[in-house]
């Protein structure tokens, strides 16, 4: 016969199971999202410099960009105290949605460097998009036109080059952060050309990819919108 101690108990394990679903659930449409906007993203690159190219498709690659900085770094905000407490508690167990989240990180990243290249080899003209409409970087624009008393056009290409390097920096340390915890037995140390092509994806290798891909990004000038 169940007492009311045991009937507690039960209770409070199927909670505690319930959160622990709705917690999984949430980490599983977030990853699918994830995967979604990047390789959105990445078909989005494509048309760049082509017939289908112009502003609006620009303003589109910038938005979508951002999605994509803000959807990796909200998730990793959810999974990685997830990683860390069943890492202090011994549990050494593999953790899909960290290894998943890692690899959309990666490839984001270098999507990140190639938009930047793409946009130095053809920059596009935005101010007559953004004659009529406030554009991101409206606030700083209107600041210096007060303290120049002149009217300010900005250099969106300039400030696009400025706004990849921070959201870059951002998913590096990010990445930084991630690979401390990733599985390092053989099933993920494996040979992938679209990853690494100088031999096992391993913790140096991982951190080399990383400097590797960020000193490929300068900026000269700093963003009057991030």
């Known amino acids: 016969m169940l007492t009311t101690h045991h009937l507690h108990h039960l209770h409070h394990h199927r909670g505690s199971t319930a959160v622990e679903l709705d917690k999984i659930t949430n980490l599983n449409t977030l990853i699918v999202e994830i995967n979604s906007h990047v390789a959105l993203f990445r078909d989005m690159l494509i048309h760049?410099?082509?017939?289908?190219?112009?502003?609006?498709?620009?303003?589109?690659i910038r938005k979508l960009r951002r999605t994509c900085v803000e959807a990796l770094k909200h998730t990793a905000q959810i999974l990685m105290p997830q990683v860390k407490s069943a890492m202090a508690d011994g549990i050494l167990t593999d953790n899909p949605h960290l290894v998943f989240l890692f690899y959309m990180a990666q490839?984001?990243?270098?999507?990140?460097?190639?938009?930047?290249?793409?946009?130095?080899?053809?920059?596009m003209d935005m101010s007559g998009y953004y004659e009529n409409r406030a554009g991101p970087s409206n606030l700083g624009n209107v600041i210096s036109q007060i303290l120049l008393c002149k009217q300010f056009t900005p250099d969106f290409n300039e400030e696009e080059l400025c706004s990849i390097t921070k959201?870059?920096?951002?998913?590096?340390?990010?990445?930084?952060?991630?690979?401390?915890?990733?599985?390092?037995?053989?099933a993920y140390l494996e040979r992938n050309a679209a990853l690494d092509t100088t031999g096992p994806w391993q913790a140096k290798r991982r951190q080399n990819y990383i400097c590797k891909n960020m000193s490929l990004l300068c900026c000269v000038s700093r963003p009057n919108y991030l």
């Open 107 to 123: 490839l984001f990243l270098r999507e990140l460097v190639k938009s930047y290249r793409l946009i130095q080899v053809v920059p």
């Open 167 to 186: 959201d870059s920096q951002d998913i590096a340390v990010l990445l930084g952060e991630m690979q401390e915890y990733m599985p390092q037995h053989e």
């Open 48 to 60: 760049v410099g082509q017939a289908k190219d112009c502003p609006e498709l620009r303003e589109k």
